[in-house]
């Protein structure tokens, strides 16, 4: 596709409830990357992929949060048991290089609200 | 302490002006340096960025890093009512994670 897209773009969710949010990257792109924005703040690294390997997933607040890539190509970021702190906008970015990251390409984002 | 630090404004100026964005950070193996532009519930996109210390210009947009004062610039000039947006100064952490700043809020008014 001409960029990233996620879906959906806006999700809200009871407490307790399970999300899953989609990213479509651009075609042909290694890596692929989840980012978390709370209001006001800058993007906060989740979790990194290289093709279907995950291969940091550091910035994964806690065990509730689980992202998967099984084709090396669209990835999912799953929340279990959402809580209000959850609420954020989940950014999705992709690149081409295996290596040095200069260029990465976010997606719109996904909102998502806890209530 | 953040890694990267960035006064989140906001910043309103007449258009016309020449803007100054400024960050710090702390992390001394930071090598790369990016801004990002970020508009309204859009994703952010890649302004410019730069490697170790010096000056590097792209139109209008002119990025600075001095690298022994830990301080990261971006400056805007004649400044126009589309450059309002959030602007995220990052720096990439072991190869493949940006570390952004908080960003800074920037209104051009016409």
């Known amino acids: 596709g001409a960029g990233v897209s996620q879906s959906p773009r806006y999700k809200v969710a009871k407490r307790g409830q399970d999300v899953a949010l989609r990213c479509d990257p651009i075609?042909?792109?290694?890596?692929l990357f989840w980012y978390q924005q709370a209001l006001g703040q800058g993007p906060e690294f989740l979790t990194y992929?290289?093709?279907?390997?995950?291969?940091?997933k550091s910035g994964l607040p806690s065990d509730r949060f689980f992202a998967e890539r099984p084709e090396g190509s669209v990835s999912t970021l799953k929340i279990q048991r959402t809580q209000q702190e959850d609420s954020a906008v989940y950014l999705c970015?992709?690149?081409?290089?295996?290596?040095?990251?200069?260029?990465?390409?976010f997606g719109q984002g996904t909102r998502l609200t806890v209530v | 302490q953040k890694e990267v630090e960035q006064d989140p404004g906001p910043l309103s100026v007449p258009e016309g002006a020449i803007v100054s964005l400024n960050c710090t950070y702390s992390?001394?193996?930071?090598?790369?340096f990016m801004w990002y532009r970020q508009y309204s519930r859009k994703g952010p996109e890649l302004l410019m960025y730069?490697?170790?210390?010096g000056n590097k210009e792209d139109g209008r947009f002119t990025a600075q890093v001095d690298k022994s004062s830990k301080y990261i610039s971006l400056f805007i000039r004649d400044s126009q009512p589309s450059d309002s947006a959030t602007y995220l100064c990052?720096?990439?952490?072991?190869?493949?994670?940006?570390?952004f700043g908080q960003g800074t809020r920037l209104t051009i008014n016409p």
């Open positions: 970015a992709s690149s081409t290089t295996k290596g040095l990251n200069t260029e990465a390409f």
């Open positions: 075609s042909g792109h290694v890596s």
């Open positions: 992929f290289q093709n279907e390997a995950q291969l940091d």
């Open positions: 992390n001394s193996a930071f090598q790369y």
């Open positions: 730069t490697y170790s210390s």
């Open positions: 990052a720096s990439i952490q072991g190869a493949q994670k940006l570390v």
